[in-house]
């Protein structure tokens, strides 16, 4: 009887409990179905709610309270989780389901963080066979902008790394996260805020940097004291950012039919000769007449169309060309071509710089039964005959703090593991200052998600642009020291990607290396093993007559050469004087030896110091030497 009455107590004690939740609660984006929450921490749930009401959390076991504060928000923190899922997260008579107990990771940077695996990123197309894996999810916050920190992001929801919807990932976040998720056997949550050529000060405080020296300074301030101004300068320009998407995201199918067709008189167009010219501004039409003999077994050859395209046939739309992607050759159906006259016409839009170009030189041809028929030449064009031009945007986003108001102050109340980060190309020119730019935004963020120093690991700028053997005024090289130097700030980790970028394209097609070798770095800096993480790394220095004896550390196994069988990418100088190349050749397991120049007594050395520069030596992970510089007398 006593038993009984004591079941029955505490039936009708949850039963009043239950009824003190009822009220309504308003979340953020962040929490849905899917989604990830970080292991081994305290984990915050947040939201608004009428002042006063009571709230309660409960996810795998654990249950949690609170009450809503007069301001209408809330936050309660649930304990610490083990990995694991999928549970269901309640927070009063809301739902959220499939949701892991696992690592989170913030992926920031520019468009080499933002670039997704189906944009020709190698060996993407075995990883859609591979089908995903339903343990990895992505949050993709959208690009956004704002004069006043936002309490929730713009957008976005958890989606799960299947064949489908891993195509529109950050390859580097998921080839690392694939490696987080198969080496500690943990769900992996992404959550991408990145944004394509954006400077780092744009995701730093601009009331920190208004209190700072540099480039960005007034800027900064402008933003700071004249706040409600910007508010409405940017509410202006997000109009016309809609207004300019709205119309270029899918051209209306009569105008579009009516100025690709055969019949369309463009006599008022004016006459272009591709590739050489590039006039074409707002969504540009040009047309490209052209004759055929048959029609059987004929292929269009336009690979470089800069940056998104409709290509239309006779006025049939043959193929559309997405932000990233190259132009595929194209058999061309038999039906949709005539013997004789044809006519080609291209829809350009580029939303980054207004100024889209089609072709290059040798590069644009049909191949009609193995023979050639060129599209180079007299082509006709039109900047808004066919359709209007398109409104001004400013980049505002690149002003300072106004990326971080909208797409990294909401994310701060968000438990994680730390970030990753890839960036830099947008500074590059002004490179004395990055140092303290980037250390300054670690440490806005570190104290924005008071998570203590949590790991911040990022990637060094890889080699770009043309190969010089001597280039002692690199800005990229310069950025680079910079962001080395940045590593004395606790609990950081740096990529080094000199060996595998790419001459002709900012935007290396490999991504896998990028995002493994991150995880080397997380490894240790996050998860404390004792592994190597990074190339050789300068340690010092010696001299002797005329031989100097460079030291590394983080060798591993001993040095060794990628290819070749000297050690390429040395170059010393004196004082105030020119620099050229040296011979330099490996001592031992962890020096290299360089002979010097007859004449020098003193000077600097420097490796893999160029935009480009030509370099091949690696530890025994294959791992390139990261670039430096030092003085030697």
Not at 192 to 199: C, D, F, V
Not at 228 to 249: G, I
Not at 278 to 294: D, G, V
Request: aromatic residues 10%; contains cysteine.
């Amino acid at each position: 009887m006593k038993h009984i009455w004591k079941i029955f107590t505490l039936l009708i004690l949850f039963s009043c409990g239950s009824s003190k939740f009822e009220s309504q609660v308003t979340l953020p984006k962040l929490f849905g179905d899917g989604m990830v929450v970080q292991r081994d921490e305290a984990i915050s749930v947040w939201g608004k709610g009428v002042p006063g009401e009571n709230v309660r959390v409960s996810l795998a076991g654990a249950v949690t309270s609170g009450t809503v504060n007069n301001d209408s928000t809330w936050v309660i923190k649930l304990p610490e989780l083990k990995a694991g899922g999928p549970h269901t997260l309640e927070i009063n008579q809301q739902k959220i389901n499939d949701v892991y107990v696992g690592d989170v990771w913030v992926a920031g940077g520019q468009s080499n963080m933002e670039w997704r695996l189906k944009s020709q990123v190698i060996g993407a197309e075995k990883e859609f066979a591979e089908g995903g894996d339903p343990q990895i999810r992505f949050f993709k916050v959208p690009n956004s902008y704002s004069a006043e920190k936002l309490d929730d992001v713009v957008g976005g929801e958890w989606k799960v790394a299947d064949s489908v919807n891993m195509k529109d990932f950050s390859a580097v976040a998921w080839f690392f996260a694939k490696r987080n998720n198969a080496e500690k056997k943990v769900p992996v949550g992404i959550i991408e805020s990145n944004w394509g050529g954006t400077p780092v000060e744009g995701w730093t405080n601009a009331e920190i940097l208004a209190e700072m020296e540099g480039s960005f300074n007034e800027q900064a301030k402008d933003v700071v004291d004249n706040n409600e101004s910007w508010v409405a300068k940017l509410d202006e320009n997000e109009k016309n950012r809609q207004l300019r998407d709205s119309l270029v995201s899918k051209p209306d199918s009569i105008a579009a039919a009516n100025a690709s067709a055969i019949t369309f008189d463009d006599s008022g167009w004016t006459k272009i000769s591709l590739p050489e010219s590039n006039p074409l501004q707002y969504i540009a039409w040009a047309r490209k007449k052209f004759s055929l003999t048959s029609t059987e077994n004929v292929t269009l050859h336009l690979p470089y169309i800069d940056q998104m395209a409709y290509v239309y046939l006779n006025g049939k739309l043959l193929h559309y060309k997405d932000w990233g992607t190259t132009m595929p050759d194209i058999e061309i159906p038999a039906e949709l071509l005539n013997e004789g006259t044809n006519v080609l016409s291209v829809r350009a839009i580029n939303s980054w710089n207004n100024q889209p170009s089609i072709g290059e030189e040798g590069e644009m041809y049909l191949m009609e039964s193995g023979k050639q028929i060129s599209l180079e030449g007299t082509w006709t064009y039109s900047n808004s005959a066919v359709e209007p031009t398109l409104p001004k945007v400013e980049y505002f986003n690149w002003m300072p703090g106004m990326m971080y108001n909208a797409m990294i102050v909401p994310l701060t109340k968000y438990t994680i593991k730390g970030a990753i980060w890839y960036q830099g190309e947008s500074n590059a020119g002004r490179h004395e200052e990055y140092n303290e730019l980037f250390a300054t935004m670690i440490t806005n963020w570190r104290k924005d998600w008071g998570l203590g120093d949590f790991p911040f690991l990022f990637v060094q700028l890889a080699n770009f642009m043309e190969r010089k053997d001597v280039q002692p005024e690199s800005d990229w090289a310069f950025l680079r020291e910079a962001q080395k130097q940045t590593l004395e700030l606790p609990k950081t980790g740096m990529v080094t990607i000199i060996d595998i970028g790419e001459e002709g394209d900012i935007h290396p097609r490999n991504k896998k290396d990028v995002g493994e070798r991150l995880w080397l770095q997380a490894k240790k800096v996050a998860y404390g093993e004792n592994n190597l993480a990074s190339g050789p790394q300068f340690d010092s220095i010696s001299k002797q007559d005329s031989v100097l004896l460079v030291k590394f550390k983080s060798v591993g196994e001993g040095l060794k050469l990628k290819e070749g069988e000297e050690v390429k990418g040395f170059i010393v100088g004196k004082e105030g004087g020119e620099f050229e190349q040296v011979t330099a050749s490996i001592a031992d397991k962890e020096s290299v030896e360089i002979i010097l120049p007859e004449g020098f007594e003193a000077g600097e050395i420097r490796y893999a110091w160029a935009d480009n520069p030509e370099v091949n030596l690696v530890n025994n992970l294959n791992l390139p030497a990261e670039p430096f510089r030092a003085k030697f007398e």
